[in-house]
Nanobody, 124 residues
Framework: QVQLVESGGGSVQAGASLRLSCAAS????????MGWFRQAPGKARDVVAA????????YYIHSVKGRFTISRDNALNTLYLQMNSLEPEDTAIYYC?????????????????WGKGTLVTVSS
C-alpha cells in the first residue's frame, strides 16, 4: 500500500502561483511513476502531468505546458507541482496518483493509488 497526501491548494487570483506537494508513505516511492490529475466541477478527472520513477521523463497536457512543472524528490518521498500563471480554467480539485506504468499514467490510466485531493480555486 502507498498512502498519498496532497497539500498546497488554496484560493488565488489569476496570474498567481501555487506549489502543490504530495507526501508518500508505505511502499517504496521510487518504484512508481507519479502524476497529478484534476477534476473541475461537473467534469471528469483527467491527467495534468506525469513523471517517471527517476524524474528524467515528464508529460504535460497541452493547456499547462510552459506554466506547470512536475518534479519529485525520491529521498523525501515527495511529488511536486509548481503552477505558475494560473488561470480560472485551472480551478479544480487536484489529485496525486501513483502508477506502476508511466506509459499508462501519461494516458490517464493504470492508477494504483490515489490521494484525497487538494482544492485549487483561481479567480479572475
Amino acid at each position: 500500500q502507498v498512502q498519498l497526501v496532497e497539500s498546497g491548494g488554496g484560493s488565488v487570483q489569476a496570474g498567481a502561483s501555487l506549489r502543490l506537494s504530495c507526501a508518500a508513505s508505505g511502499r517504496t516511492f521510487s518504484d512508481y511513476a507519479m502524476g497529478w490529475f484534476r477534476q473541475a466541477p461537473g467534469k471528469a478527472r483527467d491527467v495534468v502531468a506525469a513523471i517517471n520513477w527517476s524524474g528524467d521523463s515528464t508529460y504535460y497536457i497541452h493547456s499547462v505546458k510552459g506554466r506547470f512543472t512536475i518534479s519529485r524528490d525520491n529521498a523525501l518521498n515527495t511529488l511536486y507541482l509548481q503552477m505558475n500563471s494560473l488561470e480560472p480554467e485551472d480551478t479544480a480539485i487536484y489529485y496525486c496518483a501513483a502508477s506502476s506504468s508511466y506509459a499508462s499514467l501519461s494516458k490517464g490510466a493504470g492508477i494504483n493509488y490515489w490521494g484525497k485531493g487538494t482544492l485549487v480555486t483561481v479567480s479572475s
